[in-house]
């Protein structure tokens, strides 16, 4: 069974920069069958897809987010991080790290990680 | 970009009672869509794939359909387990997704 667990802090300061970690276990990133994710869910709203990067390093972000974010990916230690730079408080939410199966060509996320929250403060 | 966009955005009803939720994309997504519970606290969970595909070990209360633009979840006796919120998700416009708004479901 496959799990995923973030880290980060909880706390970022407007204008500075959000980085999180995820780290996979139960499966290799490097297996090449899924891409891993980032999504979000600010208070009260709905989840946002932030993106996801491929274990070869290719990514895919969000038009909305496209120029803050950046991902990265670490085969080495299982695990792929989320940078997103300039915050605000607008970007203060619940992050997922969470895996998506494309095999089928419906992209679900199958796996999710329990989750941290980042709030955006001075 | 497509737009999903979900109605209620929260609703209360009875246990036993028919609950039907639904989902509009902004342009035909075929049956790309998907659906995610995520109960208070907790990850979300796949629940329905393709549509109207149930995902393994989901009850048989859930039943989702439609295709191109209109979808529905429809749980058919809300058990107290089904306090969520409740989302869907098209994937036609891949590498992009995007989710709906979600609908909180409460007794």
């Known amino acids: 069974q496959v799990q995923l667990q973030e880290s980060g802090p909880g706390l970022v300061k407007p204008s500075q920069t959000l980085s999180l970690t995820c780290t996979v276990s139960?499966?290799?990133?490097?297996?090449?069958?899924?891409?891993w994710s980032w999504i979000r869910r600010p208070p009260e709203k709905g989840l946002e897809w932030i993106g996801y990067?491929?274990?070869?390093?290719?990514?895919h972000y969000s038009p909305s987010l496209e120029s803050r974010v950046t991902m990265s990916v670490d085969t080495s230690k299982n695990q792929f991080s989320l940078s997103l730079s300039s915050v605000t408080a607008a970007d203060t939410a619940v992050y997922y790290c969470a895996r998506v199966d494309p095999s089928s060509g419906w992209y679900v996320v199958d796996f999710w990680g329990q989750g941290t929250l980042v709030t955006v403060s001075s | 970009d497509i737009q999903m966009t979900q109605s209620p955005s929260s609703l209360s009803a009875s246990v036993g009672d028919r609950v039907t939720i639904t989902c509009r994309a902004s342009q035909n997504i075929d049956t790309y869509l998907n659906w995610y519970q995520q109960k208070p606290g907790k990850a979300p969970k796949l629940l329905v794939y393709a549509a109207s595909s149930l995902q393994s070990g989901v009850p048989s209360r859930f039943r989702g359909s439609g295709s191109g633009t209109d979808f529905t979840l429809s749980i058919s006796s809300l058990q107290p387990e089904d306090v969520a919120t409740y989302s869907c998700q098209q994937s036609f416009s891949t590498p992009q997704l995007t989710f709906g708004g979600g609908t909180k479901v409460e007794i």
């Open positions: 139960g499966g290799s990133i490097s297996s090449g069958d899924f891409y």
């Open positions: 990067i491929y274990y070869t390093g290719t990514t």
